[in-house]
Nanobody
Framework: QVQLVESGGGLVQAGGSLRLSCAAS????????MGWFRQAPGKEREFVTG????????YFADSVKGRFTISRDNAKNTVYLQMNSLKPEDTAVYYC???????????????WGQGTRVTVSS
């Protein structure tokens, strides 16, 4: 089992920044692909970004390209999501998730955190 715990959410004004963290514990594997998803009220969970086990490859949804970055520190078993130039439409609960390989489909992920809420005010 892998346990994932997100942190760093909060309330921020449009144009501001937040950094989310996802700490992994349990049977962690540094080669796991780590994804960030978000779910706004009444909407389906959507892929935001993800990073390969080595950190060498990353993927982004078009809606966040150029504004969000993802990184990981395998020594700390932690993945980071840096969110800049935030917009009200970024408001959602953000989840990190793990699986062996890249996928943008949330149904294919094996492990999930409990989520952290991000609210962007206009």
């Amino acid at each position: 089992q892998v346990q994932l715990v997100e942190s760093g959410g909060g309330l921020v004004q449009a144009g501001g920044s937040l950094r989310l963290s996802c700490a992994a514990s349990g049977r962690t594997q540094s080669n796991n692909f780590m994804g960030w998803f978000r779910q706004a009220p009444g909407k389906e969970r959507e892929f935001v970004t993800g990073i390969s086990g080595s950190g060498g490859r990353s993927y982004f949804a078009d809606s966040v390209k150029g504004r969000f970055t993802i990184s990981r520190d395998n020594a700390k078993n932690t993945v980071y999501l840096q969110m800049n130039s935030l917009k009200p439409e970024d408001t959602a609960v953000y989840y990190c998730a793990a699986r062996p390989y890249y996928s943008s489909s949330y149904i294919q992920y094996d492990y999930w955190g409990q989520g952290t809420r991000v609210t962007v005010s206009s």
